[in-house]
T-cell receptor, first 112, second 112 residues
Framework: QQQVKQSPQSLIVQKGGISIINCAYENTAFDYFPWYQQFPGKGPALLIA?????SEKKEGRFTISFNKSAKQFSLHIMDSQPGDSATYFC???????????FGKGTMLLVSP | KAGVTQTPRYLIKTRGQQVTLSCSPI?????VSWYQQTPGQGLQFLFE???????NKGNFPGRFSGRQFSNSRSEMNVSTLELGDSALYLC???????????FGPGTRLTVL
């Protein structure tokens, strides 16, 4: 199976709060897991990515947590800001391939 | 460095017509991939080109085709357009051997 399941579909968080988006995958050949952020009218932009040999990766306010045994990974946005309001996609692919399989996306709204 | 550029940005066609979309990758990027984004199916991989050769192909009918030129620029063609082909078509480029893909702004195709 090539699916990547993402939840929730939409999320409303207050300014300063923590936004959490979860993804699960089935294909054990996946070993590259990026998160993309997309604003209306724009293409997806890479936020942060992780590989299975690391359980957590942090870049600024964005953290990926990875659970290899459960085949799950999640994005945490700390101190969420209204400018973070966008659609977030998790994705996965075998390393060295461009064949990203995307989750369905999470529409995040950060209220002021 | 300039990002991935796609032309045209918007296109309106009628059923049965064909369309050609263009993508110029980031300078030095020889791998170009195409994705289709729709509200219902999300982001789906179409195909990848590297050094003028198709390297991977997604699960799309033969009406969808592409090519890559010696300067790494790529085009995708959709023949005999159907209403369901209305979508945002995204191009992404990467350096061979590196997983990070950079997306362009997309071409919004509307089929009437």
């Amino acid at each position: 199976q090539q699916q990547v399941k993402q939840s929730p579909q939409s999320l409303i968080v207050q300014k300063g709060g923590i936004s959490i988006i979860n993804c699960a995958y089935e294909n054990t050949a996946f070993d590259y897991f990026p998160w993309y952020q997309q604003f209306p009218g724009k293409g997806p932009a890479l936020l942060i990515a992780i590989r299975p040999d690391v359980s957590e990766k942090k870049e600024g306010r964005f953290t990926i947590s990875f659970n290899k045994s459960a085949k799950q990974f999640s994005l945490h946005i700390m101190d969420s800001q209204p400018g973070d309001s966008a659609t977030y996609f998790c994705a996965a692919s075998p390393s060295g391939y461009s064949t990203l399989t995307f989750g369905k996306g999470t529409m995040l709204l950060v209220s002021p | 460095k300039a990002g991935v550029t796609q032309t045209p940005r918007y296109l309106i066609k009628t059923r049965g017509q064909q369309v050609t979309l263009s993508c110029s990758p980031i300078s030095g990027h020889r791998s170009v991939s195409w994705y289709q984004q729709t509200p219902g199916q999300g982001l789906q991989f179409l195909f990848e080109y590297f050094s003028e050769t198709q390297r991977n192909k997604g699960n799309f009918p033969g009406r969808f085709s592409g090519r890559q030129f010696s300067n790494s620029r790529s085009e995708m063609n959709v023949s005999t357009l159907e209403l369901g082909d209305s979508a945002l078509y995204l191009c992404a480029s990467r350096v061979s051997g590196v997983d990070t893909q950079y997306f362009g702004p997309g071409t919004r195709l509307t089929v009437l």
